[in-house]
Protein backbone atom coordinates (compact mmCIF):
# COMPACT_ATOMS: atom_id res chain seq x y z
CA UNK A 1 0.00 0.00 0.00
CA UNK A 2 1.10 3.91 -1.35
CA UNK A 3 1.27 6.13 1.74
CA UNK A 4 2.58 9.64 1.87
CA UNK A 5 2.88 11.60 4.68
CA UNK A 6 3.01 15.21 4.36
CA UNK A 7 4.49 17.16 7.98
CA UNK A 8 5.69 20.77 8.36
CA UNK A 9 3.12 23.19 7.93
CA UNK A 10 2.24 25.46 10.28
CA UNK A 11 2.03 29.48 10.95
CA UNK A 12 4.72 32.03 9.36
CA UNK A 13 5.15 35.63 8.82
CA UNK A 14 5.30 37.20 5.80
CA UNK A 15 8.72 37.06 4.58
CA UNK A 16 9.62 33.60 6.24
CA UNK A 17 10.59 30.13 5.54
CA UNK A 18 9.40 26.86 5.89
CA UNK A 19 10.15 23.23 5.06
CA UNK A 20 7.71 20.43 4.12
CA UNK A 21 8.44 16.96 4.11
CA UNK A 22 6.94 13.79 2.29
CA UNK A 23 7.38 10.38 4.09
CA UNK A 24 6.76 7.73 1.60
CA UNK A 25 6.31 4.49 1.72
CA UNK A 26 5.09 1.65 -0.55
CA UNK A 27 7.64 2.95 -3.24
CA UNK A 28 11.37 4.20 -3.77
CA UNK A 29 11.45 7.74 -5.01
CA UNK A 30 14.97 7.05 -6.60
CA UNK A 31 12.14 5.17 -9.48
CA UNK A 32 8.93 7.53 -9.21
CA UNK A 33 8.54 10.84 -9.68
CA UNK A 34 6.59 13.46 -6.72
CA UNK A 35 5.36 16.33 -7.11
CA UNK A 36 4.05 19.37 -4.71
CA UNK A 37 0.41 20.33 -5.29
CA UNK A 38 -1.10 22.95 -3.68
CA UNK A 39 -4.84 24.60 -2.77
CA UNK A 40 -5.41 28.28 -1.44
CA UNK A 41 -8.60 28.28 0.83
CA UNK A 42 -11.63 27.61 -0.87
CA UNK A 43 -9.72 27.39 -4.52
CA UNK A 44 -8.96 25.05 -6.72
CA UNK A 45 -5.36 23.00 -7.24
CA UNK A 46 -2.32 24.31 -8.77
CA UNK A 47 0.36 22.39 -9.27
CA UNK A 48 3.79 23.39 -7.43
CA UNK A 49 7.10 21.55 -8.22
CA UNK A 50 8.14 18.01 -9.71
CA UNK A 51 10.85 16.27 -8.64
CA UNK A 52 11.99 13.18 -11.11
CA UNK A 53 13.83 10.11 -10.32
CA UNK A 54 16.76 11.55 -11.34
CA UNK A 55 16.43 14.42 -9.12
CA UNK A 56 15.86 16.99 -11.82
CA UNK A 57 13.19 19.61 -10.21
CA UNK A 58 10.56 21.69 -11.98
CA UNK A 59 8.71 24.51 -10.97
CA UNK A 60 5.32 26.82 -11.45
CA UNK A 61 5.86 30.28 -12.85
CA UNK A 62 4.35 31.88 -9.19
CA UNK A 63 7.15 29.74 -6.75
CA UNK A 64 10.04 29.81 -9.02
CA UNK A 65 12.89 30.81 -7.71
CA UNK A 66 11.37 30.89 -3.75
CA UNK A 67 10.50 26.70 -3.75
CA UNK A 68 13.16 24.41 -3.84
CA UNK A 69 12.16 20.73 -4.25
CA UNK A 70 14.73 18.10 -3.21
CA UNK A 71 14.79 14.47 -1.80
CA UNK A 72 16.85 12.18 0.13
CA UNK A 73 16.40 8.55 -0.99
CA UNK A 74 17.68 7.01 1.89
CA UNK A 75 15.08 8.36 3.85
CA UNK A 76 12.42 7.83 1.23
CA UNK A 77 11.32 11.35 1.83
CA UNK A 78 10.66 14.20 -0.44
CA UNK A 79 11.09 18.19 0.25
CA UNK A 80 9.79 21.24 -0.01
CA UNK A 81 11.66 24.39 0.83
CA UNK A 82 9.86 27.49 1.17
CA UNK A 83 11.26 31.04 1.11
CA UNK A 84 10.10 34.55 0.78
CA UNK A 85 6.74 33.29 1.66
CA UNK A 86 3.53 35.56 0.81
CA UNK A 87 -0.06 36.03 1.78
CA UNK A 88 -0.93 34.14 -1.02
CA UNK A 89 1.37 30.88 -0.13
CA UNK A 90 -1.44 30.20 2.23
CA UNK A 91 -2.69 26.59 0.97
CA UNK A 92 -2.74 23.07 2.20
CA UNK A 93 0.18 21.96 0.22
CA UNK A 94 -0.32 17.90 -0.86
CA UNK A 95 2.46 15.58 -2.19
CA UNK A 96 1.36 13.44 -4.79
CA UNK A 97 3.14 10.41 -6.63
CA UNK A 98 3.25 9.91 -10.44
CA UNK A 99 2.35 6.91 -12.40
CA UNK A 100 3.49 7.49 -15.69
CA UNK A 101 3.33 4.89 -18.90
CA UNK A 102 4.00 5.80 -22.81
CA UNK A 103 5.45 9.36 -21.34
CA UNK A 104 2.13 10.34 -20.02
CA UNK A 105 2.07 11.18 -16.22
CA UNK A 106 -0.92 11.93 -13.58
CA UNK A 107 -0.86 11.58 -9.92
CA UNK A 108 -2.10 8.51 -8.45
CA UNK A 109 -1.52 8.77 -5.05
CA UNK A 110 -1.99 11.45 -2.35
CA UNK A 111 -0.83 12.60 1.04
CA UNK A 112 -3.35 14.05 3.39
CA UNK A 113 -2.23 17.60 3.42
CA UNK A 114 -0.29 20.14 5.10
CA UNK A 115 -1.76 23.45 5.67
CA UNK A 116 0.67 26.42 5.29
CA UNK A 117 -0.50 30.19 6.69
CA UNK A 118 1.31 33.18 5.56
CA UNK A 119 -0.42 36.09 7.99
CA UNK A 120 1.39 38.94 10.31
CA UNK B 1 0.04 30.18 -19.76
CA UNK B 2 -2.17 27.15 -20.97
CA UNK B 3 -5.65 27.21 -19.72
CA UNK B 4 -8.06 25.10 -18.64
CA UNK B 5 -11.78 26.23 -17.94
CA UNK B 6 -14.28 24.61 -16.43
CA UNK B 7 -17.91 25.67 -15.26
CA UNK B 8 -17.81 26.86 -11.71
CA UNK B 9 -20.75 24.32 -10.90
CA UNK B 10 -23.39 21.40 -12.32
CA UNK B 11 -26.11 20.48 -10.89
CA UNK B 12 -28.05 16.96 -11.58
CA UNK B 13 -31.03 15.00 -9.78
CA UNK B 14 -29.77 11.52 -8.84
CA UNK B 15 -30.27 8.37 -11.39
CA UNK B 16 -29.50 11.70 -13.91
CA UNK B 17 -26.16 12.26 -15.86
CA UNK B 18 -23.80 15.11 -15.60
CA UNK B 19 -21.71 16.20 -17.93
CA UNK B 20 -18.49 18.12 -16.34
CA UNK B 21 -16.83 19.88 -19.64
CA UNK B 22 -12.79 20.89 -19.45
CA UNK B 23 -12.27 23.43 -22.50
CA UNK B 24 -8.79 24.48 -23.78
CA UNK B 25 -6.82 25.05 -26.81
CA UNK B 26 -6.66 21.96 -28.94
CA UNK B 27 -6.94 19.83 -25.80
CA UNK B 28 -7.87 16.76 -27.85
CA UNK B 29 -4.12 16.90 -28.95
CA UNK B 30 -3.08 16.04 -25.37
CA UNK B 31 -4.15 13.55 -22.83
CA UNK B 32 -6.81 14.86 -20.28
CA UNK B 33 -7.23 13.19 -16.47
CA UNK B 34 -9.26 13.92 -14.02
CA UNK B 35 -9.56 14.07 -10.22
CA UNK B 36 -12.74 14.10 -7.37
CA UNK B 37 -12.69 15.69 -4.72
CA UNK B 38 -14.78 16.05 -1.59
CA UNK B 39 -15.09 18.26 1.19
CA UNK B 40 -11.78 18.35 3.55
CA UNK B 41 -10.61 15.17 1.36
CA UNK B 42 -6.98 15.03 -1.20
CA UNK B 43 -7.89 14.51 -4.75
CA UNK B 44 -8.81 11.19 -6.30
CA UNK B 45 -8.72 10.18 -9.60
CA UNK B 46 -10.90 8.79 -11.90
CA UNK B 47 -10.67 9.00 -14.79
CA UNK B 48 -6.80 8.68 -16.72
CA UNK B 49 -5.68 8.92 -20.53
CA UNK B 50 -8.94 10.61 -21.78
CA UNK B 51 -10.79 7.96 -20.74
CA UNK B 52 -9.70 5.05 -18.37
CA UNK B 53 -10.75 4.29 -15.12
CA UNK B 54 -8.34 3.17 -12.26
CA UNK B 55 -9.06 0.27 -10.67
CA UNK B 56 -12.42 1.03 -7.77
CA UNK B 57 -13.78 3.82 -10.06
CA UNK B 58 -17.23 3.14 -10.76
CA UNK B 59 -18.02 2.20 -14.90
CA UNK B 60 -20.64 5.39 -14.38
CA UNK B 61 -17.73 7.69 -14.70
CA UNK B 62 -16.69 8.07 -18.07
CA UNK B 63 -14.21 10.85 -20.40
CA UNK B 64 -13.80 11.82 -23.72
CA UNK B 65 -11.39 14.16 -25.12
CA UNK B 66 -11.63 15.83 -28.64
CA UNK B 67 -10.81 19.22 -30.23
CA UNK B 68 -10.61 22.35 -27.76
CA UNK B 69 -13.09 19.91 -25.22
CA UNK B 70 -12.58 17.33 -22.52
CA UNK B 71 -15.66 16.21 -20.97
CA UNK B 72 -16.24 13.93 -18.04
CA UNK B 73 -19.90 12.27 -17.70
CA UNK B 74 -21.15 10.83 -14.76
CA UNK B 75 -24.46 8.42 -15.39
CA UNK B 76 -27.14 7.52 -12.90
CA UNK B 77 -25.14 9.90 -10.50
CA UNK B 78 -25.50 9.55 -7.08
CA UNK B 79 -25.41 11.47 -3.79
CA UNK B 80 -22.10 10.11 -3.22
CA UNK B 81 -21.07 11.70 -6.60
CA UNK B 82 -21.39 15.46 -4.65
CA UNK B 83 -17.75 16.71 -5.27
CA UNK B 84 -15.66 19.06 -6.51
CA UNK B 85 -13.95 18.32 -10.01
CA UNK B 86 -10.99 19.09 -11.58
CA UNK B 87 -9.19 17.97 -15.40
CA UNK B 88 -5.90 18.13 -15.58
CA UNK B 89 -2.98 17.80 -18.52
CA UNK B 90 0.75 18.09 -19.09
CA UNK B 91 1.92 21.33 -21.04
CA UNK B 92 4.36 20.17 -22.67
CA UNK B 93 5.20 23.56 -24.10
CA UNK B 94 6.00 24.88 -20.10
CA UNK B 95 6.88 21.71 -18.88
CA UNK B 96 4.37 22.48 -16.75
CA UNK B 97 1.18 20.52 -14.83
CA UNK B 98 -1.89 22.46 -15.41
CA UNK B 99 -5.35 21.67 -13.42
CA UNK B 100 -8.99 22.75 -14.63
CA UNK B 101 -10.48 25.53 -12.94
CA UNK B 102 -12.51 23.01 -11.40
CA UNK B 103 -16.29 21.83 -11.15
CA UNK B 104 -18.70 21.40 -7.96
CA UNK B 105 -21.25 18.62 -8.73
CA UNK B 106 -24.04 19.07 -6.69
CA UNK B 107 -26.48 16.60 -6.22
CA UNK B 108 -30.07 17.99 -6.37
Known amino acids: EVQLVESGGGLVRPGGSLSLSCVISGFSVSDNYVSWVRQAPGKGLEWVSM???????LYADSVKGRFTISKDNSKNTVYLDVYSLKPEDTAVYYC??????????????WGQGALVAVSS | SYVLTQPPSVSVAPGKTATVTCEGHTVGRTTVHWYQQKPGQAPLLVIFDDSDRPSGIAERFSGSNSGDMATLTISRVEAGDEADYYCQVWDSDTDHYVFGTGTKVTVL
Open chain 1, 96 to 109: ASHYCSRGICFFDD
Open chain 1, 51 to 57: IYSGGTS
